[in-house]
């Protein structure tokens, strides 16, 4: 199989990048924690001046300063220090595009442990960490809908514009509503629209602030429980199925797509935002490689292809679903017509 | 700044995937730990023959093997995996040239709790975990010894044939000989060599052992302890001080320097063996990025450039230190004169 001159070359530095990639974790987050890229902002552009902006040492600020510009995120020149544009753009905190707070969900103690316990998690086939991440009223859900808000906001625009190109929605169900930011772009929009709020009760009080905050707080609903055991009501022309389905297995999302299915109005619809990969299961390659976080974190969760959710949609009484072209980033917008 | 092209173009993909990075290492040690690539090697290139073989779940396998096809460490055809080149040399645990067990220090506990607490070391400039790595007898430099060895043969064949070119060395001190690979390579190569071998007790008990296994054991002389307060005796042709003195800091490293210059007879050599960056302190980055290990995991270590290592040999005594052009792969060898 190996070639003499493939072994000759061949040097196992990709294994030991991959094993010491935690690393870069770590120090992205350090970064992100004593805000090293808003100090270079602010002009702070040598040791000695970051350090004294970030209460850090000197030595501790030079050696992540020179880790962070090994990996791209900033760039050095003898002793200056300055903002690769991604950086400077996400990780100011005085940008308006910030994502910083990301980490206080991504790398929430329990979702690291569910991930530190890999290895039972391949052996078993799902989480050994008892429901995962998805026992009620976790807090890490608080977290996801505070930090995870900023990240939310222009596909929430994005989704809110695409779908109102087949008519406007009055009564909207946003199901995982988390920090609400896709339901409140519909409300933005639409000052006719309603939106009823289902999440846990603790998830909620973010929602409600940030419908608030975005003037819609008086047509904001709350339906406060687990989507599966909660009373949705009915006479919904929008459903909203944002980042939920992933958690569970396809008998659990035809379950609660038909509940959804049920709720909506005779020419409703039902916008499902979720990782989708290629039928290989390995492009795109982020939303492929989710699929470990649920082998880590749920029982049987999983990124479904199109053809599995489409399967499932069908199976919960739904006519049809259209992929949509709209570019969201990491995830795909999925349209289910009642 | 930033250009409104730019500003359109630029996503904050490489924050999360630098956030999550942590989960390629997770990949990884499941990967060796249920002997994946092994198990692909021997013929198994489905779920489910490798899932039997590696008694794991199907659904498990799958996605752990979707996962490192992303990374690149498998190849997925239909539903057929293969090892990529690198992965078939170094992880089937029945090549030659394995390194699978690395994880055992690499991701010793231990290590990857320094670097958890990496903003606190930032803050402090050293490790806030006590005495880091370097407490007396610490069990984790026997997981050095043992996972790191097969590393570090060819290296230290390397080494030993380039030091040949200046004459043979009859009595050796192997400061911190942790495996005992570079006075092995020595003694093999010359029968009249005598190796003395400095380290901790228990990690002795794994460098005789190789002596043994290699036919050298009776040439093997062990001076168990502190490399600062054992008496290593005189008269050594040759000094080993492999993979040592990053751990300490410019002043500590120049004591233990000038103990060694006092060990060698008149004419004699110290290898030194070490990440070497270059003066930007962000090349290579193997070598620089070792910096953050050693502020997460000691009170002062670093990766020092040659000018400091120089420096600090000078100030033990040495007449004259020279950067050897062999290729060592991550580490480089420079030899100090007496």
Chains 1, 2 share one sequence.
Not at 22 to 44: H, P, R
Not at 108 to 126: D, F, I, K, N, S
Not at 205 to 220: F, L, P, S, T, W
Request: aromatic share 8%; glycine share 6%.
């Amino acid at each position: 199989m190996i070639t003499p001159a493939e072994r000759q070359s061949t040097t196992p530095e990709r294994f030991f990048n991959a094993i010491n990639s935690y690393q870069l974790t770590e120090a992205i987050k350090s970064a992100v924690e004593l805000d090293v890229f808003t100090a270079v902002t602010e002009g702070n552009e040598t040791t000695a001046t970051i350090a004294r902006r970030c209460q850090a040492s000197e030595r501790g600020i030079r050696i992540l300063c020179d880790f962070l510009t090994i990996h791209g995120f900033l760039t050095k020149q003898a002793t200056i220090y300055s903002l690769a544009p991604d950086s400077a753009l996400f990780l100011d905190r005085n940008s308006p595009a910030y994502v910083g707070s990301a980490i206080e969900f991504l790398l929430t103690p329990r979702l690291r442990e569910c991930h530190a316990h890999l290895t039972e998690a391949v052996r078993q086939g799902g989480t050994v960490l008892g429901e995962g991440m998805l026992h009620p009223e976790n807090p890490d859900w608080v977290k996801y809908a505070r930090g995870m808000m900023p990240m939310a906001r222009r596909p929430a625009e994005i989704i809110a514009d695409e779908l109102r190109k087949d008519g406007e929605a009055r009564k909207v169900l946003d199901v995982a509503a988390s920090h609400g930011m896709f339901g409140i772009a519909v409300a933005t929009r639409n000052p006719a629209a309603h939106i009823y709020a289902s999440d846990w009760g603790n998830v909620l009080e973010v929602a409600q602030k940030n419908a608030d905050a975005m003037g819609v707080g008086d047509r904001y609903h709350l339906i406060p429980g687990s989507a599966f055991e909660t009373d949705f009501g009915n006479g919904y022309d929008l459903a909203l199925v944002t980042n939920l389905l992933h958690a569970f297995d396809p008998p659990t999302c035809t379950k609660l797509m038909h509940k959804v299915h049920v709720a909506l109005s005779p020419g409703g619809r039902a916008a499902i935002v979720e990782y989708v990969p290629n039928p290989d299961r390995v492009s795109p390659p982020v939303a492929a490689a989710f699929s470990l976080t649920m082998l880590a974190a749920t029982d049987s969760g999983d990124a479904y292809t199109f053809a599995e959710r489409d399967s499932m949609s069908n199976a919960a009484g739904f006519a049809r679903v259209e992929l949509s072209p709209a570019d969201l980033g990491r995830n795909r917008l999925l349209i289910a017509y009642r």
